[in-house]
């Protein structure tokens, strides 16, 4: 099993900026893939962002592209998510995610920290 605990989220203004970080813990060394989603309440899950652990693989949804930067620190099994230019529809809960492959679903979650942006 491989254990996941999010940390960084908070209260920001529109334009600020916060930083959130998962701790990967456990197996780790099973997991080929780590993620970011997000859900605002009333609306399902959507994806953020994910990186390999190896490898300069990254990807983002459009709406977060130019904003949020994803980053890896394999020593210490951490992803870190930067968030700038913060917008009020950025406000949900983000989960961090793991999974063994390279494609499919997500295999471990997360319990989620909030974000909220005020306008």
């Known amino acids: 099993q491989v254990q996941l605990v999010e940390s960084g989220g908070g209260l920001v203004q529109a334009g600020g900026s916060l930083r959130l970080s998962c701790a990967a813990s456990?197996?780790?060394?099973?997991?080929?893939?780590m993620g970011w989603f997000r859900q605002a309440p009333g609306q399902a899950r959507e994806f953020v962002s994910s990186?390999?652990?190896?490898?300069?693989?990254?990807s983002y949804a459009d709406s977060v592209k130019g904003r949020f930067a994803i980053s890896r620190d394999n020593a210490k099994s951490t992803v870190d998510l930067q968030m700038n230019d913060l917008k009020p529809e950025d406000t949900a809960v983000y989960y961090c995610?793991?999974?063994?492959?390279?494609?499919?679903?997500?295999?471990?979650w997360g319990q989620g920290t909030q974000v909220t942006v005020s306008s």
């Open positions: 995610a793991a999974r063994r492959r390279a494609y499919g679903s997500y295999d471990f």
């Open positions: 456990g197996r780790t060394l099973s997991t080929y893939r």
């Open positions: 990186i390999n652990w190896s490898g300069p693989s990254t």
